[in-house]
């Protein structure tokens, strides 16, 4: 057939279906379905129900969005955006004896903890989700003569090497605290708790843990 399909109108006007001039051995297949045929011309919304199935993106005038400073492919997904990460809260008061020097503290009372990230059997918080991590490690309020010792420091390690405070005996404050930022990779990274007592106001005595409180949670994701 040459030229085209002509389609009158009810009442005027025509509509013709037209092949190009050098055609190839193509298929227009039309839905089973009543409804309007959309073409370039027009300027009404195209919904969603219109766009059932996939539409590769490189037929898309803007094939990404970007979220956070990220770019991300329509269809693609993004890591950590919505993430909740962990908050816990936790003290230790009990009066056993302690003993001297640099150690790590591994007992307590766990107060909150929201995402089943801190181990109150051993006082040790392993997030799930990556994030940077906002901590704060206190000694407090706490006469440290009562104690039976004069020297005390506290110190918050990562994978077991120092990250917040430093572990040397550097106060003889009554309340002693450490607090900053920490990356945390949401698998693999641990926080522990370290304590260092010296000086000893009775040497040879018998030398009680002052109070300890130890919070922290997720400022936001990697």
């Known amino acids: 057939m040459s030229g085209g399909l002509v389609l009158g109108g009810a009442t005027?006007?025509?509509?013709?279906?037209?092949?190009?001039?050098?055609?190839?051995?193509?298929?227009?297949?039309?839905?089973?379905?009543?409804?309007?045929?959309?073409?370039?011309?027009?300027?009404g919304s195209v919904t969603n129900g219109m766009l059932a199935g996939s539409i590769s993106n490189e037929k898309l005038a803007n094939s990404t969005i970007t979220i956070g400073g990220q770019s991300?492919?329509?269809?693609?997904?993004?890591?950590?955006?919505?993430?909740?990460?962990?908050?816990?809260?936790?003290?230790?008061?009990?009066?056993?004896?302690?003993?001297?020097?640099?150690?790590?503290?591994?007992?307590?009372?766990?107060?909150i903890d929201t995402n089943n990230s801190f181990n109150s059997g051993n006082w040790r918080f392993t997030p799930n989700v990556a994030g940077y991590y906002f901590i704060v490690a206190k000694f407090g309020p706490v006469t440290a003569a009562a104690r039976g010792i004069t020297q005390h420091t506290i110190c918050v390690y990562k994978n077991g090497a120092a990250a917040i405070g430093t572990p040397s005996i550097n106060s003889e404050a009554n309340v002693v605290s450490v607090e900053g930022y920490v990356l945390m990779n949401g698998s693999t990274d641990y926080l522990d708790l370290y304590v260092n007592f010296a000086n000893p106001s009775n040497p040879g005595g018998v030398y009680k843990w002052p109070d300890i409180q130890w919070h922290g949670h997720m400022v936001r994701a990697a």
């Open 12 to 43: 005027s006007g025509s509509i013709e279906l037209k092949a190009p001039a050098i055609a190839g051995t193509n298929t227009l297949t039309l839905p089973a379905a009543t409804g309007t045929v959309i073409t370039s011309a027009d300027t």
């Open 72 to 111: 991300v492919a329509l269809g693609g997904s993004i890591s950590g955006v919505g993430a909740t990460g962990a908050v816990f809260s936790v003290q230790r008061t009990t009066r056993d004896g302690v003993s001297l020097g640099l150690q790590r503290v591994t007992t307590g009372t766990g107060l």
